[in-house]
T-cell receptor
Framework: HVQLVQSGAEVKKPGASVKVSCKAS????????MHWLRQAPGQGLEWMGI???????YYAQRFQGRVTMTRDMSTGTVYMDLTSLRSEDTAVYYC?????????WGQGTLITVSS | EIVLTQSPATLSVSPGERATLSCRAS??????LAWYQHKPGQAPRLLIF???TRATDIPARFSGSGSGTEFTLTISSLQSEDFAVYYC??????????FGQGTKVDIK
């Protein structure tokens, strides 16, 4: 069965970077789209970007220049790297599979940005 | 940019009752709309895609309808496990990640 397993929670200082991983199993990784989304405390879901089956990426405008999404085909893992962290980046980050809608989600990774 | 507006913000319902949630798009999205259930500390779960198609293993008490700009998620008889926040999302254009602000369904 399809599983997306994310890395654990992290605490970062303002200005630092964070890299969150999402390991996929139970389906053909090479043919799937993977998205990253986040939910800040008390807020709704916010889409950050996508990596497609060819490895191409597209990022939401507000994250351009700060986010990089990559994948490791050998391990079936997708990564989301977010730089220049600020307190407003404190959120639960999710990976989610799908081209248009999101049929499977990771369990979420809490990233706390605090001095 | 297409904006999705969900109503009400909070819906208080007794177990066994029917819940009707609304999602309105600022312009037509055809039937390119999905619904998700989100419980605290859990990953969101896809309920409905294509406006009315239930996702895998979703109980029949969940149904979706609508097209264009008006959409409805109906939970026919609320169970205890259904109290959660529900989001709609459209994928009529690129990128596909526009969500409504959510409707919280809580116990009356």
């Amino acid at each position: 069965h399809v599983q997306l397993v994310q890395s654990g929670a992290e605490v970062k200082k303002p200005g630092a970077s964070v890299k969150v991983s999402c390991k996929a199993s139970g389906y053909t990784f090479t043919s799937s789209y993977m998205h990253w989304l986040r939910q800040a405390p008390g807020q709704g879901l916010e889409w950050m970007g996508i990596i497609n089956p060819s490895g191409g990426t597209y990022y939401a405008q507000r994250f351009q220049g700060r986010v990089t999404m990559t994948r490791d085909m050998s391990t079936g893992t997708v990564y989301m790297d977010l730089t220049s962290l600020r307190s407003e980046d404190t959120a639960v980050y999710y990976c989610a599979r799908g081209e248009d809608y999101f049929d499977y989600w990771g369990q979420g990774t809490l990233i706390t940005v605090s001095s | 940019e297409i904006v999705l507006t969900q109503s009400p913000a909070t819906l208080s319902v007794s177990p066994g009752e029917r819940a009707t949630l609304s999602c309105r798009a600022s312009q037509s999205v055809g039937t390119n709309l999905a619904w998700y259930q989100h419980k605290p500390g859990q990953a969101p779960r896809l309920l409905i895609f294509g406006s009315s198609t239930r996702a895998t293993d979703i109980p029949a008490r969940f149904s979706g309808s609508g097209s264009g700009t008006e959409f409805t998620l109906t939970i026919s008889s609320l169970q205890s496990e259904d109290f959660a926040v529900y989001y709609c999302q459209h994928y009529n254009n690129w990128p596909p990640g526009t969500f409504g602000q959510g409707t919280k369904v809580d116990i009356k």
